[in-house]
């Protein structure tokens, strides 16, 4: 098997290479954990060019979180039926339902029934307005291309505004009624909400017309938004033990496992939902053990001490830091497990070209970098690649692992 060596991945993080930095003193993964994350922040300078705007006092004071293994829920294709599709079903199989009338489409995307994609499904709605254009799964971080222009740049929809169809406290207490009939987990709660407003629309539409009268898109555009269109993306988050279950959709690597997130998004407008999806959702949590963890301030140290082998080139902001659960697949046993990890989100200042086909278009916007520490060993991971090296390799080979297959997990 062809040999592989991963250094430690900054992406634009950081300039300077951590090359040479391999006999620096370890840091004490305990060392902070009589101390307050706000005791820690008041005392220790974090690195240049790196803040904070996370409400510290809020952050989890635990001293030990429990690992559970659990089991995917299997949505059951009547009741999705039943629930979200209004359109006679003209086509169903294991891993689609098709409704139509006249020019309407309604769809529901099933899982394969491979134990990789258990636990979700993706409802798309009759609707003639585009709204995946501004909608991504993920809360608040926008994927590359037209998503991200459009969410982030483009369009610039305000956050938790309510609109004149209906408050939207009102509208996730609806959505979040009709998630416990679809079968979805009964502890889940309420993340983000982007709230689509007349305004956002038209910029959207307007960009639109801009890139088909240059010539940069060959879509026929559709109907001009109305006020009736307005809408709210919905992100929600499945907790566990009082504690949320991650949805950002990063890479965390661990040998023989291949992470997961589990995702609630709903497009919601007064009409009820023009697109609903599940990922990752869960049932039959088991605690298998209870583990002492360390504290946010010990684990702000170890993101200190990681950061500071580097130089911040830019203007970093740590918007959250969380203790919460990932889960983790095992394909040899097809076990599914959960585990605690500090999570650390990251903003900087990032240009994007909204035109990438055409002239070019500069816009300036944010984009995120990601810091997961195991809250059990203080393991960091950095935006999700870890540091693989030749030994790892090697091993994966003695336990009869193909590159082929490495890969074929997540292995990269």
């Keep these: 098997m062809k040999k592989r060596f991963f250094a430690i991945f900054l992406s634009s993080l950081l300039l300077a290479s951590l ?14 954990d009589d101390t307050t994350l706000q005791e820690y922040l008041d005392k220790h300078d974090l690195p240049k060019n790196l803040s904070y705007s996370f409400a510290a006092e809020e952050v989890s004071d635990r001293t030990s979180a429990k690992n559970y293994t659990a089991e995917y829920v299997e949505f059951d294709p009547e009741v999705l039926k039943q629930e979200l599709l209004h359109l006679p079903v003209t086509q169903e199989d294991e891993i689609s339902i098709i409704a139509e009338e006249g020019d309407k489409l309604e769809s529901i995307m099933l899982n394969s029934g491979s134990e990789n994609n258990r636990g979700e499904f993706m409802y798309y709605g009759a609707y003639p307005v585009e709204y995946m254009d501004y909608h991504t799964d993920v809360p608040g971080d926008i994927i590359d291309g037209k998503n991200f222009a459009y969410d982030n740049v483009v369009t610039n929809p305000p956050r938790w505004e309510n609109l004149d169809f209906m408050p939207y406290e009102e509208a996730s207490e609806k959505v979040m009624e009709e998630l416990k009939i679809l079968g979805f987990p009964e502890d889940i709660a309420l993340q983000n909400v982007i709230s689509l407003n007349l305004e956002s629309l038209e910029r959207g539409y307007a960009y639109e017309i801009e890139q088909i009268e240059r010539g940069d898109l060959e879509n026929t555009p559709g109907p001009q938004p109305q006020k009736k269109d307005e809408a709210y993306i919905l992100h929600y988050r499945q907790m566990v033990d009082g504690l949320p279950v991650d ?13 997961r997130t589990a995702v609630i998004a709903a497009v919601y407008n007064q009409e009820g939902f023009v697109t609903l999806s599940a990922r990752g959702m869960m049932k039959n949590l088991t605690e298998t053990e209870e583990v002492n963890i360390i504290s946010a301030a010990s684990a702000m140290n170890l993101m200190n001490d990681y950061l500071s082998q580097g130089i911040l080139t830019k203007e970093y902001n740590i918007e959250s830091f969380e203790l919460t659960y990932h889960q983790f697949y095992d394909s040899k046993t097809n076990e599914l497990t959960l585990r605690p990890y500090w999570f650390i989100r990251i903003s900087y200042p990032f240009s994007v070209n909204v035109n990438p086909e055409g002239d070019e278009d500069i816009r300036e916007t944010v984009a995120y970098q ?14 999700g690649l870890e540091t693989f090296s030749e030994e790892y390799y090697e091993e994966l080979e003695q336990q009869g692992i193909t590159e082929e297959e490495a890969e074929s997990q997540g292995f990269e």
């Design 19 to 32: 090359a040479g930095c391999s006999g620096k003193k370890e840091v004490d993964i305990h060392e902070y």
């Design 247 to 259: 949805n950002y959709d990063q890479s965390m690597r661990s040998q023989y496992a291949l992470d």
């Design 370 to 383: 990601y810091i997961y520490i195991d809250a059990a060993t203080g393991k960091l991971t950095q935006n």
